[in-house]
C-alpha cells in the first residue's frame, strides 16, 4: 500500500505541472519568435534597397536591425553553448533524462524561446556576454529547473549558478532538494513549521507560473500578429520603388510607420516575460549593500556571502518568517548533503546569522519598491 502523500509533495507536485507548462509555452514562443525573426528580416533586406531616406529615419532603422543582430547572436550563442556543454557532459551524446521540457534537443526554436522569454540573465548581463558555460548553464537552469546532464554534472554550475537561474531554478533546487530534507526531522513540531514554510513558497510559486503562462500567452499572441502586420507590410513596400524622393508623400509617411512597427516587433523579441525575472534580483542586492560604508561589517559579509544571499532572498520572497523558521531553515539547509553537493557551497557559510540578514535584506527591498 502506497504512503499518503503529505500536503507539500501535491503542492510541490503542482509547482512542477507549472513549470513543465510554463517550459512548453517557452518553447511555442520560440517557434513564433523564430516567425517573427524572419519577417524582420524579410522586411530588412527591403529597406535596405531603398535609397535617399532621411538620415533621421535611416538612423532609426540601423539601430533597430542592431538590436535585433545582436539578440539572434544571443540565440545562436545559446544553442552552440549548449551542444558543447552537452558534448562534454555526456561524451559526446545528448543528454535528455532529468531535464526540463525541450532541453534534450535545444535547436535555433528553444534557444529563441529562452532569449526572448529571459532576455539578459537575473544580474542584469545579457546572455550573450556572459562565459560559454555560464550562458548554457543560465540556459538549463531556466528551462530544467539547474539540472544539467546526465553523467553526474547535477546543478550545473554551483553556486555561480545561484545568481544566474531564474524562479524555475530557484522553485526545483529550493522545493525538491531542500523539501526532501525534511525527512530527517524527528520533532514533529520542527517538521510541520519547516513544511509550513515549504508550503508557502510552494503557492506563492504556483501563483507565479499561472501569471508567467499568462504572460507567455499575450506575447504569443502579439507576436503573431506583428508577424501578419509585417507580412502585410512587405507586401505594401514592393509597390513603393525603391527612391524615397520619388515617393508619394503618403508612401513616405506608410514607410515611417512600417518603421515603428518594426521597432515595436523587435522590442517583442528582446524585452523579457516580466513574470519570470527573479523576484529579487542583483541590483537589490546592491542597493542594500551600497547603505554601508566600504569595511563594515554587513557589508563585508553581503559580499563574502553574496551568491547565497541572492539564492535564498528569492527563495524566501514575501514569504514570512519568525526567529524559530529561520533557525530552522538553516539547520535544515545545512544539514542537507544533497543540496550542499549540488549547489557546491560550503556549509560553514550557512547558518542563523545568514538567514536574519537575508531577513533584514528582504525588508528594506519591500520598503524600498513601495516606496517607490
Not at 547572436?73 to 555526456?90: G, L, M, S
Not at 555561480?160 to 530557484?170: E, R, S
Not at 530534507?181 to 507565479?208: C, H, P
Not at 563594515?296 to 518568517?321: G, V
Request: glycine share 8%.
Amino acid at each position: 500500500m502506497s504512503k499518503e502523500k503529505t500536503k507539500l509533495q501535491i503542492e510541490s507536485e503542482k509547482v512542477e505541472v507549472l513549470v513543465n507548462q510554463t517550459n512548453t509555452k517557452i518553447i511555442e514562443l520560440g517557434g513564433h519568435s523564430q516567425h517573427l525573426y524572419g519577417a524582420l528580416d524579410l522586411i530588412q533586406s527591403l529597406f535596405d534597397k531603398i535609397r535617399n531616406v532621411p538620415s533621421d529615419r535611416q538612423k532609426e532603422y540601423e539601430e533597430i536591425k542592431q538590436i535585433r543582430l545582436t539578440w539572434k547572436q544571443q540565440v545562436d550563442k545559446i544553442e552552440n553553448d549548449y551542444e558543447t556543454a552537452t558534448k562534454v557532459h555526456t561524451g559526446g551524446g545528448i543528454a535528455g533524462a532529468g531535464l526540463g521540457v525541450g532541453v534534450a534537443m535545444l535547436g535555433p526554436t528553444a534557444a529563441m524561446g529562452v532569449a526572448t522569454t529571459f532576455g539578459v540573465a537575473s544580474t542584469g548581463t545579457a546572455i550573450s556576454t556572459l562565459s560559454g558555460a555560464a550562458a548554457t548553464n543560465a540556459a538549463l537552469a531556466w528551462l530544467g529547473g539547474g539540472t544539467l546532464a546526465a553523467g553526474g554534472g547535477g546543478m550545473a554550475g554551483g553556486s555561480a549558478l545561484l545568481a544566474l537561474a531564474g524562479p524555475i531554478g530557484w522553485t526545483l533546487a529550493g522545493i525538491a532538494i531542500i523539501g526532501s530534507g525534511l525527512l530527517m526531522w524527528k520533532a514533529k513540531s520542527d517538521k510541520e513549521r519547516l513544511e509550513n514554510v515549504f508550503l508557502l513558497i510552494s503557492k506563492r510559486d504556483q501563483t507565479s507560473y499561472k501569471e508567467a503562462i499568462v504572460e507567455l500567452n499575450e506575447r504569443i499572441s502579439r507576436i503573431i500578429n506583428e508577424t501578419q502586420m509585417l507580412n502585410a507590410a512587405m507586401i505594401n513596400i514592393v509597390t513603393f520603388g525603391t527612391d524615397y524622393n520619388k515617393m508619394t508623400e503618403e508612401q513616405q509617411y506608410t514607410l515611417g510607420s512600417y518603421v515603428n512597427l518594426m521597432n515595436s516587433s523587435t522590442q517583442l523579441l528582446v524585452n523579457p516575460i516580466m513574470g519570470l525575472q527573479p523576484k529579487f534580483s542583483e541590483e537589490d542586492f546592491n542597493r542594500f549593500k551600497s547603505r554601508f560604508y566600504p569595511c563594515t561589517d554587513i557589508r563585508l559579509y553581503c559580499e563574502k556571502n553574496k551568491d547565497l544571499i541572492i539564492y535564498i532572498a528569492n527563495l524566501l520572497y514575501k514569504i514570512t518568517t519568525d526567529e524559530t523558521d529561520r533557525k530552522l531553515l538553516a539547520k535544515s539547509f545545512k544539514k542537507n548533503k544533497e543540496f550542499i553537493e549540488k549547489m557546491k557551497i560550503d556549509k560553514n557559510n550557512i547558518d542563523l546569522e545568514l538567514f536574519n540578514v537575508v531577513d533584514r535584506i528582504l525588508k528594506f527591498t519591500y520598503t524600498y519598491h513601495k516606496k517607490s
